[in-house]
Nanobody
């Protein structure tokens, strides 16, 4: 069973940066599009960014120009560089496949942006 483990979250002030990491067991990352998602309690989980197996990226309008998704196939990891963070970016962030199929969700990593 593939496991997804997210890390790198924390508390930051508005305007600061964080870099999230997602590690996956097995080779699932190598051949699939991957995505970062986020969820605020009481809201549905939303897609933040995706990256194809070839490196093509796509972003939600709310994070375009501030977030960058990347992948390191040699380490079976996916990253999300988040710059110019805003209070509305506060959420639990998860990684998963970037298409219509989802693996079991990991525990996520909490990002809190507050002054």
């Amino acid at each position: 069973q593939v496991q997804l483990v997210e890390s790198g979250g924390g508390w930051v002030q508005p305007g600061e940066s964080l870099r999230l990491s997602c590690a996956a067991s097995g080779t699932i990352l190598l051949f699939n599009a991957m995505g970062w998602y986020r969820q605020v309690p009481g809201n549905e989980r939303e897609l933040v960014a995706t990256i194809t197996s070839g490196g093509g990226t796509n972003y939600a309008d709310s994070v375009k120009g501030r977030f960058t998704i990347s992948r390191d196939n040699s380490k079976n990891t996916v990253h999300l560089q988040m710059n110019s963070l805003k209070p509305e970016d506060t959420a639990v962030y998860y990684c998963n496949l970037g298409g219509s199929v989802r693996l079991n969700w990991g525990q996520g990593t909490q990002v809190t942006v507050s002054s």
